[in-house]
C-alpha cells in the first residue's frame, strides 16, 4: 500500500525524541497562551452563531481519521453553501479554494491571515493525533488516495511543513504531495527547525491562507 520503503527513513532516535519535543512544546505552548485562546474565543462567539472551535475530520498517521482543532472563521452553515460555491474554486476538485471567499467572516479573515485559527491544534499535537511539524492533514479518505501519495501516512502529520512555506495557496494537490514526500525524505531536526524559522517568518508577513 505505501511507497515509504523508497525512501530513507531518519535515524531510529529521531522520532522518539520529536516526539517529546512536541509534547514539550505543546503542553508549555497550550498553558502561555491560554488568555489568548480565551480572548479568541470570546471575539468569535460575539461576531457570529455558533461554536467556537471548528473540529474537522482529517486523515493521519497511518491512514487514521481524527479530528483536528480550529477556531471557526467560517459562518455556522460553511458545509452547506460548499456545494453551492464549488464551481468558483480555483484549484481542482477534490480541494476547494475560494478567492475572497464570502463564507469566511471578518474576525476569521484576521484568524487566517496571522495563523491563530491553527492554534488549537496544539491540543492535536499533545494528544498524539499531529506533530509540530509534518505533512499538513488532508480531508479525503485513505480510498481517494493513488499509491504514491501513501507514503505521507507513514510520519504523523504537521502543524506546519513545507508547502506551509514553500507553496501556500498557490500548490495544487498533487505538488502538495510532492513537497510532502520531499520532507519525509529530509526529515531531521534541522529540517523541522528549518521549517518552523520559514513559519514564523510566512506568519509575520501575512503570507496566509
Known sequence: MSAISAIEMPSIRYAPVKRAIDILVALVGLILISPTLLLIA???RIESPGPVVYAAERTGLHGRRFRMLKFRTMVRNAEELKAEL???????????????????????????KTSLDELPQLWNVLVGDMSLVG??????AVDTYDLWHTARLEVRPGITGYWQVKGRNSATFDERLRMDLAYIRDMSFFT??????STFASVMKRDGA
Open 42 to 44: 470570546l471575539a468569535i
Open 86 to 112: 464549488r464551481h468558483l474554486s480555483i484549484v481542482p476538485w477534490p480541494d476547494f479554494k475560494l478567492i475572497d471567499d464570502p463564507r469566511i467572516t471578518r474576525l476569521g479573515k484576521f484568524l487566517r
Open 135 to 140: 505533512p499538513r492533514p488532508t480531508s479525503f
Open 192 to 197: 523541522d527547525v528549518k521549517v518552523v524559522t
